[in-house]
């Protein structure tokens, strides 16, 4: 089994910079895509950015340019640096990590979300 635990969300006025991180543990063979999703009340969980075991990245056009995802394979932790932040960008953001655990292949993992506030 695989755990996922965020930390790093909180109060900020806009204009300000959050990271947060999403640290996995437990049976991790490979961390083969690491992605940041978030959610406001009434609407649909949206993606903010992935990146994947090959490096490859996307963002959502919204935070492209404010935000960078980025991981640390030696830790099993995804990273998301957000600046630039914006009322707009309020909303409980959760990682989303496909793990390989062993040979029945990777399994999909969901954090516990952390709430971001952009407010003066």
């Known amino acids: 089994q695989v755990q996922l635990v965020e930390s790093g969300g909180g109060l900020v006025q806009p204009g300000g910079s959050l990271r947060l991180s999403c640290a996995a543990s437990?049976?991790?063979?490979?961390?083969?895509?690491g992605g940041w999703y978030r959610q406001v009340p009434g609407k649909q969980r949206e993606l903010v950015a992935t990146?994947?075991?090959?490096?490859?990245?996307r963002y959502a056009d919204s935070v492209k340019g404010r935000f960078t995802i980025s991981r640390d394979n030696a830790k099993n932790t995804f990273y998301l640096q957000m600046t630039g932040l914006k009322p707009e960008d309020t909303a409980v953001y959760y990682c989303?990590?496909?793990?390989?655990?062993?040979?029945?292949?990777?399994?999909?993992?969901w954090g516990q979300g952390t709430q971001v506030t952009v407010s003066s």
């Open positions: 989303n990590l496909v793990v390989v655990s062993g040979p029945g292949g990777p399994n999909n993992y």
């Open positions: 990146l994947t075991g090959s490096s490859l990245i």
């Open positions: 437990g049976r991790i063979f490979s961390i083969e895509t």
